[in-house]
């Protein structure tokens, strides 16, 4: 069974510039999280989705993040225009169902804001 | 908004002594998983646990879950070096959270 793919794995990009993420789930898996990971913290949820509703938002910083999940299946987290203190590992999970079940990581994009 | 700390945040243990991070919860979780992030790596599931003081073991690992379902922890019997990273609790109520993490080191 294939994982959960994030592209690109790095990205280094100018303060204000725009930069886009994408995120292909375990087949089947209703339940999509984008994280975002500065060094040395834990993983802070910015947007959970169940199939492609949205579940949770309430931490996505919605003046220059956005993110869909188009279908119910892949997902798109953009960042316009991005700040220094964006700069962070923006990992994507999935889990079969909402509550309850293990969610699987990709490897994550590691975003550099100069 | 929920709320998960961990504590310590950083422990340095020599090779064969035993390990323990300790996950609160703001808010009582459906239930808690724990998950494993080596360096450089993203997070890998351990377990989940369901039920008030549940308690479960894989190998060196003991979780336990709280009788109020507020708090979890997680213990490692001699340690190895194969046991460094950090180790999250995750909270489910109707959102996922992670805790704070604890980071572990383990000197050889």
């Known amino acids: 069974e294939a994982g959960v793919a994030q592209s690109p794995r790095y990205k280094i990009i100018e303060k204000r510039q725009s930069v886009a993420f994408w995120c292909n789930p375990i087949s089947g898996h209703a339940t999509l999280y984008w994280y975002q990971q500065i060094l040395g913290q834990g993983p802070k949820l910015l947007i959970q989705?169940?199939?492609?509703?949205?579940?949770?938002d309430s931490q996505l910083p919605k003046d220059r993040f956005s993110a869909e999940r188009l279908k119910g299946v892949d997902s798109t987290l953009k960042i316009q225009p991005a700040k220094l203190e964006d700069s962070a590992v923006y990992l994507c999970a999935s889990s079969a169902t909402q509550r309850g079940t293990e969610a699987f990581f990709g490897q994550g994009t590691r975003l550099t804001v100069v | 908004g929920q709320q998960v700390m961990q504590i310590p945040q950083y422990q340095h243990v020599q090779e064969g002594e035993d390990f323990t991070t300790y996950c609160n919860s703001s808010t009582t979780l459906s239930n808690i998983q724990w998950y494993k992030q080596r360096p450089g790596g993203h997070p890998v599931f351990l377990i989940q646990?369901?039920?008030?003081?549940e308690v479960k073991k894989q190998k060196r690992l003991t979780f336990q879950f709280g009788e109020a379902k507020k708090n979890s922890s997680l213990h490692i019997t001699a340690t190895q070096t194969t046991d460094v990273g950090t180790y999250f609790c995750a909270g489910t109520g109707n959102q996922f959270y992670f805790g704070t993490g604890t980071s572990l080191t383990v000197i050889p």
């Open positions: 989705f169940q199939n492609n509703g949205v579940v949770d």
């Open positions: 646990l369901v039920k008030s003081g």
